[in-house]
């Protein structure tokens, strides 16, 4: 487990959110009820957008990605990929979690 | 069981079918929705500066841009100048931090640059790895270079703004990542945005252009009822003082006439007096234009006016071999708040149309009143008019359908008729059964009137 500083906290939180209405555009609220499922994410309310990580944030979005992928397939993990690219561009390389590598 | 476990793999390859099929029209919606509100944008926004802003800061938030720009090609140059750009925070704080200046009051030579003169001469989109490669001619190159890093760029897209085949302007996009990271969404959306903006852009430009010729055409205006006036009133100053001297010699200040010479000098008066009025309702006009046409009420008596008037008039009418039949009220009128020197100007007007477009026949003039208002009536048997004429009487230069040769004037004196009358409170009116049956012209006042200002702003009055 690695430790995560509150800027890369930050950006994990933008990803994540990002990563959900992304999904949620094509799959609709489903997008939200999956994303309740992954461990180690909480999502306290969706409609202000409070979401929080347990343990290793870089594993949870790993796992939050897998969530859709493993339904979906890997055109679901793409489009996470797609979503985030801007969010990726701010990250070390060393910190992008492997799923949207 | 066998089943089961055979129809699960379908399942999940049905399901990644669905998705890609969302995922599709998700795409899809996306892109109009964004098209939706340049569309949009490009409806309410008229002016240039607020379009390219909106429609940058639009399409930076939708697409996760660091930043937006629109540049404008000026005529048929490869001169650019900047829109205001649309920044994400950072890059904002990089362009303040390196005191670089994008505004529209600079213009950059498009041709010192190979990647823009190639966009602009080509109309191809191309990119750049950096605002280092495409400013650096006009910007200190160590700036940009902090601008690149801070403000997090990996790539420029610029895309030519071409309608009818004319280059109009750039769009350029400053991106955090390469172009071949963007997602389907975003690089269709890219593609469709320029011909959008290019539209909007245009149409913009267009009510800019139409903007600035409209303020050019009314400080034209302006200077020509300026020069209206001052003319106006070099004319004047002649026949006002052959005015007086006829008045003068007329009283028999300059000793005894024969009647042959005050037949003379009487019709030179009543000419003269005629130049005067055309002139009044000249500077009257120019006043109106102007908002400079000021109004004196007193309170006074319409009476003794009208009858000086007719008296006044008569002479002229029987130049036209007619007579004025003048029937005054059978009692006497209350006072009402006027401005008798523009109301008398009014019932000269109309007298004197009256004559002028009358052949023959007397012209009567009568004053009438009921509890409200006093109305004061011409009518004559002249050559009357269709309602068209009617209707278009009182607006400005408007004469009779035939007047080029059958009278005199400019077409003012109803126009200020009526400007006059309005600023009473009062209405004005023509009527007339139909050509060659006569016309009545016709105002009215009200008694009590509410007026108490002296000056009134009529610079938006249009008759």
């Given at each position: 487990?690695?430790?995560?500083?509150?800027?890369?906290?930050?950006?994990?939180?933008?990803?994540?959110?990002?990563i959900?209405?992304?999904?949620?555009?094509v799959?609709?609220?489903?997008?939200?009820?999956?994303?309740?499922?992954?461990?180690?994410?909480?999502?306290?309310?969706?409609?202000?957008?409070?979401?929080?990580f347990?343990?290793?944030?870089?594993?949870?979005?790993?796992?939050?990605?897998?969530?859709?992928?493993?339904?979906?397939g890997?055109?679901?993990?793409?489009?996470?990929?797609d979503?985030?690219?801007?969010?990726?561009?701010?990250?070390?390389?060393?910190?992008?979690?492997?799923?949207?590598? | 069981?066998?089943?089961?476990?055979?129809s699960?793999?379908?399942?999940?390859?049905?399901?990644?079918?669905?998705?890609?099929?969302?995922?599709?029209?998700a795409?899809?919606?996306?892109?109009?929705?964004?098209?939706?509100k340049?569309?949009?944008?490009?409806?309410?926004?008229?002016?240039?500066?607020?379009?390219?802003?909106?429609?940058?800061?639009?399409?930076?938030?939708?697409?996760?841009?660091?930043?937006?720009?629109?540049?404008?090609?000026?005529?048929?140059?490869?001169?650019?100048?900047?829109?205001?750009?649309?920044?994400?925070?950072?890059?904002?704080?990089?362009?303040?931090?390196?005191?670089?200046?994008?505004?529209?009051?600079?213009?950059?030579?498009?041709?010192?640059?190979?990647?823009?003169?190639e966009?602009?001469?080509?109309?191809?989109?191309?990119?750049?790895?950096?605002?280092?490669?495409?400013?650096?001619?006009?910007?200190?190159?160590?700036?940009?270079?902090?601008?690149?890093?801070?403000?997090?760029?990996?790539?420029?897209?610029?895309?030519?703004?071409?309608?009818?085949?004319?280059?109009?302007?750039?769009?350029?996009?400053?991106?955090?990542?390469?172009?071949?990271?963007?997602?389907?969404?975003e690089?269709?959306?890219i593609?469709?945005?320029?011909?959008?903006?290019?539209?909007?852009?245009?149409?913009?430009?267009?009510?800019?252009?139409?903007?600035?010729?409209?303020?050019?055409?009314?400080?034209?205006?302006?200077?020509r009822?300026?020069?209206?006036?001052?003319?106006?009133?070099?004319?004047?100053t002649p026949?006002?003082?052959?005015?007086?001297?006829?008045?003068?010699?007329?009283?028999?200040?300059?000793?005894?006439?024969?009647?042959?010479l005050?037949?003379?000098?009487?019709?030179?008066?009543?000419?003269n007096?005629?130049?005067?009025?055309?002139?009044?309702?000249?500077?009257?006009?120019s006043?109106?234009?102007?908002?400079?046409?000021?109004?004196?009420?007193?309170?006074?008596?319409?009476?003794?006016?009208?009858t000086?008037?007719?008296?006044?008039?008569?002479?002229?009418?029987?130049?036209?071999?007619?007579?004025?039949?003048?029937?005054?009220?059978?009692?006497?009128?209350?006072n009402?708040?006027?401005?008798?020197?523009?109301?008398?100007?009014?019932?000269?007007?109309?007298?004197?149309?009256?004559?002028?477009?009358?052949?023959?026949?007397?012209?009567?003039?009568?004053?009438?009143?009921?509890?409200?208002?006093?109305?004061?009536?011409?009518?004559?048997?002249?050559?009357?008019?269709?309602?068209?004429?009617?209707?278009?009487?009182?607006?400005?230069?408007?004469?009779?359908?035939?007047?080029?040769?059958?009278?005199?004037?400019?077409?003012?004196?109803?126009?200020?008729?009526?400007?006059?009358?309005?600023?009473h409170?009062?209405?004005?009116?023509?009527?007339?059964?139909?050509?060659?049956?006569?016309?009545?012209?016709a105002?009215?006042?009200?008694?009590?009137?509410?007026?108490?200002?002296?000056?009134?702003?009529?610079?938006?009055?249009?008759?």
């Amino acid at each position: 487990m690695t430790t995560t500083t509150q800027d890369e906290l930050a950006v994990f939180t933008q990803i994540s959110l990002r990563i959900i209405k992304e999904q949620e555009l094509v799959i609709g609220p489903v997008a939200w009820q999956e994303a309740k499922k992954v461990v180690g994410f909480n999502i306290s309310d969706a409609n202000n957008e409070q979401v929080t990580f347990e343990g290793d944030s870089k594993e949870v979005l790993n796992r939050l990605v897998e969530q859709y992928s493993r339904l979906f397939g890997q055109v679901s993990r793409e489009v996470c990929k797609d979503a985030v690219q801007d969010l990726l561009a701010e990250l070390p390389a060393n910190d992008i979690p492997s799923n949207l590598r | 069981m066998a089943n089961t476990a055979a129809s699960e793999p379908n399942l999940q390859q049905l399901n990644e079918q669905i998705y890609k099929h969302s995922l599709e029209l998700a795409v899809i919606n996306k892109t109009l929705s964004l098209l939706r509100k340049l569309y949009q944008i490009s409806l309410l926004t008229l002016d240039p500066d607020k379009l390219s802003e909106k429609i940058s800061d639009t399409v930076r938030v939708d697409l996760n841009m660091e930043m937006v720009g629109i540049f404008i090609v000026v005529g048929e140059t490869k001169q650019i100048t900047p829109q205001p750009f649309s920044m994400s925070e950072r890059f904002a704080d990089a362009v303040n931090a390196e005191g670089i200046a994008w505004d529209k009051t600079q213009s950059f030579d498009a041709s010192k640059n190979a990647v823009l003169n190639e966009v602009i001469s080509d109309k191809k989109w191309l990119t750049a790895k950096s605002f280092q490669d495409l400013f650096s001619e006009w910007v200190e190159p160590s700036k940009l270079k902090e601008l690149d890093i801070k403000g997090h760029i990996d790539t420029v897209l610029i895309y030519p703004l071409v309608t009818q085949d004319e280059l109009i302007g750039l769009l350029m996009f400053g991106l955090n990542r390469g172009y071949d990271t963007l997602s389907d969404f975003e690089q269709e959306a890219i593609s469709s945005l320029a011909d959008v903006v290019a539209v909007a852009l245009d149409k913009a430009l267009v009510y800019d252009k139409l903007k600035i010729a409209n303020e050019q055409l009314k400080a034209l205006d302006k200077a020509r009822a300026e020069f209206i006036s001052i003319a106006s009133h070099q004319l004047r100053t002649p026949p006002a003082t052959i005015k007086w001297y006829l008045g003068a010699i007329l009283s028999g200040d300059f000793g005894e006439l024969s009647e042959e010479l005050r037949a003379a000098l009487a019709r030179t008066n009543v000419t003269n007096e005629a130049q005067i009025s055309t002139i009044d309702d000249l500077l009257n006009a120019s006043r109106i234009e102007r908002g400079k046409l000021e109004f004196f009420f007193q309170d006074a008596n319409i009476v003794p006016m009208v009858t000086a008037l007719v008296e006044q008039l008569e002479p002229l009418a029987q130049m036209h071999k007619q007579h004025i039949a003048y029937r005054p009220p059978s009692e006497t009128l209350p006072n009402i708040m006027m401005d008798g020197e523009k109301i008398r100007q009014v019932i000269n007007n109309m007298i004197d149309n009256a004559i002028k477009y009358s052949k023959q026949g007397d012209i009567e003039v009568m004053v009438e009143h009921d509890a409200e208002n006093i109305t004061v009536k011409v009518k004559d048997t002249g050559k009357g008019m269709d309602k068209e004429t009617q209707e278009a009487l009182f607006k400005k230069y408007s004469r009779g359908s035939d007047s080029a040769t059958h009278a005199t004037g400019l077409g003012l004196g109803m126009y200020v008729a009526k400007v006059i009358v309005e600023q009473h409170n009062g209405r004005i009116w023509a009527e007339s059964p139909g050509i060659g049956k006569g016309s009545t012209f016709a105002f009215s006042l009200p008694i009590k009137s509410k007026i108490g200002a002296t000056t009134v702003d009529l610079a938006n009055s249009e008759a």
